[in-house]
């Protein structure tokens, strides 16, 4: 299959040739000639599977060339940042097009956006309030649109804007064709689709979560107080001693917890940032332009911020905390899995989300390993360099080091079994799976299930400041 069997323009061929695309994925292959058509759509596409192309370049093609001021697209989607990104591809496929496209969100100045509406678009990619509030200053007229696109209607769902997308329906001429995109379809979504699609294309990709299956995925047992220290442990060495991460798309449960999370990695050494809704505009797209030139390493995200980011070759994604919502998991660990490529997630679990993990594999019809807890240490990260137990340095225990103890933490396990900095002990050979903390009912295996290599997990009496 290829694109030019589609039947998209040269002009539409042009540009995705030039983005580096030789074969369309699943759901272009399915959605390009169903948009084409004419037909209203139904995609069950999860993130990172291409679906933005799968609407984008039909409607580029059918769109033809610019005409009038009014919208004839309408693209609505969550997140400003998702907006920004179908605008980013919009520009891209579009290159060799004469259309305008307007991006309208919040969290950032109207007027540019009014101004930018008055001089009149083709293509206005929206977030949902934004919209609302100059549609009502009546900045912004919605009766030319005949192509309207909802995407990630889930996720929409989730944040609550389904009656601001029904306010939104309303305004637009009831001739026009449909394209709704979700990832998951519970009741709220179908009964959505139902009301607002007329006798769709079905377009499923494969099985949901699929996107799961090509992320190499691993857990680590560790309580709360340590989650920081062994972050920091496994940006400076690996999941599995494969040596420092380039960079980390790091989520945590909430806004106060991303920023906090920041301020240590950057403590500790490692270039971070947040991201997250309370963050003004600016600082949010300075974060994500840092991350994607490589100025830092971590990028600390929270669950709303995380939509639309791409991080192509950046595959490394952690669970700082797990969600509440299963979904959302398998949203995160998209970031890592997009078109088609592989990447890998590592989750820190504390006792207290041993119940969401369950959630989530019950969703993903998939475990998750428990992996063995790496050798770290609990670094008082506002005062200077650690102080490293030769236990570990020289492979023999309780040389000349401490061996880690509880601290009154749970009972952790010391080891010092482990051979040196850089090389392994076998867990199982030494007895040892890091904290007594850890052992539990589920295996320490790696994600191929075989016996984890990974170092025992001693551990520096904690000095580490809350
Ligand atoms: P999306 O799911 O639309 O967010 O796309 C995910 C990623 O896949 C983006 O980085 C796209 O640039 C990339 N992509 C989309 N279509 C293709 C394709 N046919 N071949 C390779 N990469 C693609």
Redesign the pocket.
């Known amino acids: 299959m290829s694109?030019e069997n589609l039947g998209l323009e040269p002009e539409l061929l042009r540009a995705?040739a030039a983005?580096?695309?030789?074969?369309?994925?699943p759901?272009?292959a399915k959605a390009i000639p169903a948009v084409l058509s004419g037909r209203d759509v139904l995609a069950g596409?999860?993130?990172?599977?291409?679906?933005?192309?799968?609407f984008?370049l039909p409607l580029l093609q059918v769109l033809g060339s610019a005409q009038g001021k009014l919208p004839r697209v309408l693209v609505l989607t969550p997140t400003r940042e998702l907006a920004a990104?179908?605008a980013e591809?919009v520009a891209?496929y579009g290159a060799h097009k004469n259309l305008r496209t307007r991006v309208i969100f919040g969290g950032v100045g109207e007027r540019p956006q009014i101004d930018g509406l008055r001089a009149g678009c083709d293509i206005l990619i929206a977030t949902p309030g934004r919209l609302l509030d100059l549609c009502e200053q009546r900045y912004c007229n919605l009766s030319q649109v005949k192509h309207f696109v909802l995407d990630e209607a889930d996720r929409m769902l989730d944040m609550g804007f389904i009656p601001a997308i029904k306010r939104v329906i309303r305004m637009l001429p009831v001739e026009r064709q449909n394209l709704m995109f979700s990832a998951t379809y519970a009741d709220d979504i179908r009964a959505l689709a139902s009301s607002m699609l007329k006798n769709p294309v079905s377009v499923e990709v494969a099985a949901r979560n699929t996107t799961a299956e090509r992320v190499e995925q691993i857990a680590y047992r560790v309580v709360k107080e340590d989650k920081r220290h062994l972050l920091v442990h496994l940006f400076k060495n690996g999941a599995s001693s494969e040596g420092a991460w380039t960079q980390a798309l790091v989520f945590t449960r909430t806004k106060h917890g991303a920023n906090r999370l920041a301020e240590q990695l950057e403590a500790s050494g490692i270039r971070a940032a947040a991201i997250h809704g309370n963050k003004s505009q600016s600082a949010r797209v300075k974060a994500l332009a840092d991350f994607k030139d490589g100025a830092i390493t971590a990028l600390v995200a929270t669950e709303v911020a995380s939509r639309?980011l791409?991080i192509?070759e950046r595959p490394q994604v952690v669970n700082y905390e797990l969600p509440n919502v299963p979904e959302d998991y398998v949203h995160r660990i998209g970031r890592t899995a997009?078109?088609?490529?592989t990447g890998a997630a590592v989750s820190l679990v504390a006792p207290d989300e041993a119940s969401l993990l369950r959630n989530i594999e019950r969703t993903m019809n998939q475990r998750i390993p428990f992996v063995t807890v790496p050798e770290f240490e609990a670094i008082e990260i506002r005062t200077s360099a650690p102080q490293r137990s030769s236990g570990v340095s020289d492979g023999r225990q309780g040389q000349g080091g401490r061996s880690a103890n509880s601290q009154g933490r749970g009972g952790r396990q010391g080891g010092g079994q482990g051979s040196g900095q850089g090389s392994r002990s076998s867990a199982a050979g030494a007895g040892n799976r890091g904290r007594s903390s850890s052992s539990s009912s589920r295996s320490s295996s790696t994600p191929s299930g075989t016996q984890s290599q990974g170092r025992v997990g001693q551990r520096r009496p904690a000095t580490a400041s809350r």
């Open positions: 694109f995705v983005k580096g695309y030789t074969t369309p994925t759901i272009q596409a999860q993130t990172g599977t291409g679906k933005t192309a799968g984008v990104q179908i591809s891209d639309g791409d192509k997009r078109a088609g490529s």
